[in-house]
């Protein structure tokens, strides 16, 4: 695990320095939003709605809206300014019965790690914490935002815990809760003896994410059939340093039938090497985009879109075997 935050515990006059990690991860199969056709990602870019025009993200900013819609920009010494006393501190203000805590105020699970020189006052704390059955209430400041928090010791570490603010946790408001519902007795009995008869030591491990192993089947299902898209690199077009360049690569967009018919005349504007590469696409039966590029391994890389090319996934499909089925087999 990697460190995400350095300070100290202080509780009196007693100072531990501490590092902090992010004790819990969610364990989900990623999707990735993709061009169903190709496989090809699917990008967002910021736009301002102003002038339409995509900003760079140097460029965005923070900004409060008002309710009347105007918005109020917030620079980084606005926030600089702000009092934040807890930036590097994990300030011990009290401590409390563990059962009084309710724990839907909490929020995010962090180990804490002594350093070298805080060792023994860490051990002291933990082990005070765990003889006497009680948290540790403190204050503390991650990624520009003061939470209230708890430390607990858990297998030999603290933990804190961060806490939503109390103006945080939404007030149930039902309209069962003013009806005057009646339980009966015997029923109240009955629930109380199925409580009873179900009651076991909770142990975590005997639990798993059925749904999360049912979808990991079903990708490994794809990848063993192959039912594989493998995205083809899209080349950034290089902007013509000249005139001539630019007459050039008109001339063989224009060859490669993106820019409609022009004279065979119109080749002797085109290098001898460009000749040559188109002559050999030409035999080929081949047309490409761009002129043919060299692999690091000294292959050429074409883009067929001929009769041939054509014929040939003619032939493929009638084998019963489908073109996709076909390009993932080879690239296999």
Not at 308 to 314: C, F, H, L, N, Y
């Amino acid at each position: 695990m990697r460190s995400m935050w350095k300070g100290a515990v202080s509780f009196g006059l007693v100072m531990i320095p501490v590092k902090l990690y992010t004790a819990t991860e969610t364990k989900d199969i990623a999707f990735r939003q993709v061009h169903r056709e190709d496989g090809g990602r699917i990008r967002f870019r910021r736009f301002c709605t102003v002038d339409d025009q995509e900003v760079p993200y140097e460029d965005i900013a923070k900004g409060y809206e008002l309710p009347g819609g105007e918005i109020v920009i917030l620079t980084e010494e606005d926030l600089a300014e702000l009092p934040l006393p807890t930036t590097k501190n994990i300030e011990v203000v009290q401590f409390c019965p563990a059962e009084q805590l309710d724990p839907i105020l909490f929020n995010r699970s962090y180990y804490l790690e002594p350093e070298a020189a805080g060792a023994r006052a860490y051990s002291l704390l933990r082990d005070a914490l765990e003889q006497s059955g009680k948290i540790a209430i403190a204050k503390v400041a991650l990624r520009q935002r003061e939470s209230l928090s708890v430390l607990r010791a858990s297998d030999g570490v603290l933990v804190l815990e961060t806490l939503l603010w109390p103006d945080e946790v939404r007030t149930p408001d039902f309209s069962f809760l003013g009806d005057n519902i009646e339980v009966r007795p015997q029923e109240l009995r009955m629930a109380s003896s199925l409580i009873e008869s179900m009651t076991l030591d909770f142990d975590p491990d005997e639990y798993h994410d059925a749904y999360r192993e049912a979808l990991q089947e079903v990708v490994a299902a794809k990848v063993e059939g192959r039912e594989i898209v493998q995205p083809q690199p899209v080349e950034a077009a290089e902007e013509p340093s000249s005139l001539a360049d630019a007459l050039r690569a008109s001339l063989e967009a224009a060859k490669s039938g993106r820019l409609g018919a022009v004279p065979d005349l119109a080749e002797e504007a085109a290098p001898a090497k460009g000749r040559t590469a188109k002559a050999a696409a030409s035999k080929d039966g081949a047309s490409t985009r761009r002129p043919p590029k060299d692999d690091e391994d000294g292959s050429v890389k074409t883009k067929t879109g001929s009769k041939k090319g054509d014929k040939a996934a003619a032939d493929t499909e009638a084998d019963g075997e489908k073109p996709a089925q076909r390009r993932t087999r080879k690239a296999s």
